[in-house]
């Protein structure tokens, strides 16, 4: 059972003057349970949007959507229990201590007070606990927010740009968190994110969202392999000689800038490889040329760098 389905959802927001805006234009999205999935998008994609139309927080204009198998917002009230999100930074007082923070959240959610150590733990926030929220780094209030999100142990763990003014100890901290709970086999996150390099270390699957639609889907891995630029890189002991064999041929060739040969487009390397040896030309190397991450997103998204 996914834990999130989305459908042709829409959400068409009015703005001064008229003008309509559309956030969301049509957005297909599935969320296997278990693991970590990504929603990642340029800003202004529309990723906030899905996930307060996933809470409930605002109402789509058209499209079906499913939470935990119930349609939402119908049967909202049914599976909240089951979601935690970390949506906004969320407010806590700044003078009272973590620990007591999430006490008075338990007390109202009427969450057993054993379970708010248990979430200290599991955010590795125990021996601070005892100290004022006001004090706390930006990385450790994040921490603290995740643990307010887990303390109905939900289900669905849904993080929007968790990492958003961090310094580079604290989204360490919290990918390593995030990761974690991922892999605890019962917890499915949903992580949104403009960084393309935070989905690729943390995220199992990835939705990637531009001007509110999916432009791509699926493991991380296979997502990011789709956006191969088809090139591949060939040493020969005589390059000059090797590209005029290969351009005879058929293929279209460029210098490499290391003195090798580019072959553009080649569906069939094992194909470089018979011609070059079939005129003497025996390949030392042959390498797929695999974008790096900045332009497999910006190739994706249709975005310009
Ligand atoms: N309440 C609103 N009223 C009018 N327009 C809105 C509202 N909320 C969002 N938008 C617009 O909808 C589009 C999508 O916004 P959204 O916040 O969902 O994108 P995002 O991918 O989360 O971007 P970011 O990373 O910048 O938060 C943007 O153009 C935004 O300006």
Request: charged residues 20%; glycine residues 12%.
């Amino acid at each position: 059972m996914p834990a999130v389905q989305m459908s042709g959802v829409a959400k068409t927001y009015r703005r001064r003057g008229g003008q309509e805006l559309r956030a969301l234009d049509g957005l297909d999205m599935t969320v296997e349970s278990g693991g970590v999935h990504g929603l990642l998008g340029p800003n202004g994609s529309g990723k906030t949007t899905s996930i307060r139309v996933l809470l409930g927080l605002v109402r789509p204009s058209a499209g079906d959507v499913r939470l935990l198998d119930r349609p939402v917002p119908t049967d909202l009230p049914r599976v909240i229990g089951e979601v935690g999100a970390l949506v906004e930074t969320p407010l806590f007082f700044p003078g009272f201590t973590g620990r007591r923070n999430l006490e008075l959240l338990a007390e109202t959610a009427g969450v057993p007070a054993p379970r708010v150590e248990e979430c200290l733990e599991l955010v590795d926030l125990r021996e601070r606990a005892g100290d004022r929220f006001k004090g706390y780094s930006l990385g450790m209030k994040q921490r603290l927010g995740i643990a307010a999100a887990l303390l109905k142990a939900p289900r669905l763990l849904i993080l929007d740009e968790p990492s958003n003014g961090l310094d580079p100890a604290g989204i360490r901290d919290v990918r390593e968190l995030i990761r974690r709970l991922g892999s605890d086999g019962r917890t499915t996150v949903l992580l949104s994110s403009h960084l393309l390099a935070e989905i690729q270390q943390v995220c199992d699957s990835v939705t990637i969202l531009a001007r509110g639609r999916q432009v791509a889907a699926g493991p991380v891995s296979s997502v990011l392999d789709r956006a191969g630029t088809g090139d591949v890189r060939v040493a020969v002991p005589d390059p000059a000689a090797g590209a005029a064999v290969l351009h005879g041929a058929g293929f279209s060739v460029s210098p490499a800038p290391d003195g090798q040969i580019l072959v553009h487009g080649a569906p069939a390397p094992g194909e470089i490889t018979r011609v070059l040896a079939g005129h003497g030309h025996y390949v030392e190397e042959l390498v797929r040329v695999t974008p790096d991450l900045e332009s497999a997103f910006l190739a994706i998204t249709g975005e310009q760098a």
